[in-house]
């Protein structure tokens, strides 16, 4: 458990509880009632969205006003969207996962990374139902895919770099180092803690010559004195 402060001074609690992470899909009751056949198609869907996004976002609104409450058909337009640089569309894809389904991990997270563009991360707390712990946010679980492991410790390690928490966020990155070495997520992080030494290392370099300069200035006044 580690303690950390918030954007807006609430005290944060960082938990790292005991869950199982698996490879194996994790697939709720709406979807495991679908035929073979409309899994198949999403599954093509899923590889739609990223090796050709327009023509997925050309098809995905058909299916998602045929099963408006799969979640994931939400999220396979939001990686479409996010392919192409359609911002506005994308936070609103986003915004109607999140509305349609409010428990759904990937909407919160998808949310909480257009909040952390644009610095509001009290937003993010807000998302996350200030949990920084799967387990927490999901108590009637105890397993999770991987995907849903790396999404959400990404988030919550660049939350914690956003509110200047390093200590928590270098907690989670070895986590995820862990578990996912190799994932773009995982070098992310990693390169957002390194740039985040670089810039308090140039605070303080842009503060010290300041201070060096002062007695200078002082001395310089008595010099001048009669």
């Given at each position: ?19 199982e ?40 609104p ?19 969207y ?14 109607e ?91 992310r ?8 030494v ?29």
């Open positions: 458990m580690k303690n950390a402060s918030s954007s807006n001074g609430e005290p944060v609690v960082l938990y790292l509880s005991e869950y992470i698996t490879c194996e899909p994790i697939q709720d009751k709406r979807y495991r009632k679908l035929p073979r056949e409309v899994k198949d198609e999403f599954d093509r869907l899923h590889d739609l969205a990223i090796t050709d996004p327009r023509k997925a976002i050309e098809e995905l058909h299916w998602i006003e045929r099963y408006p409450n799969i979640p994931m058909l939400h999220n396979y337009l939001s990686v479409a996010s392919k192409i640089g359609a911002r506005r569309e994308l936070e609103q894809t986003v915004l996962n999140l509305r349609r389904n409010p428990d759904y991990l990937f909407a919160r997270l998808n949310y909480a990374d257009i909040c952390m563009a644009r610095g509001d991360y009290q937003k993010v707390a807000e998302i996350l139902d200030n949990k920084f712990d799967l387990r927490l946010l999901y108590p009637h679980r105890k397993r999770f895919h991987i995907s849903e492991f790396v999404g959400f410790m990404s988030v919550i390690g660049r939350y914690f770099i956003g509110i200047g928490e390093r200590e928590s966020a270098e907690v989670v990155y070895e986590a995820l180092r862990e578990i996912a070495p190799d994932d773009p997520s995982t070098r992080l990693r390169k957002e803690l390194h740039l985040s670089v810039r308090r290392l140039a605070r303080r370099l842009l503060r010290t010559p300041e201070k060096m300069r002062s007695p200078q200035r002082h001395q310089d006044t008595k010099d001048q004195s009669p």
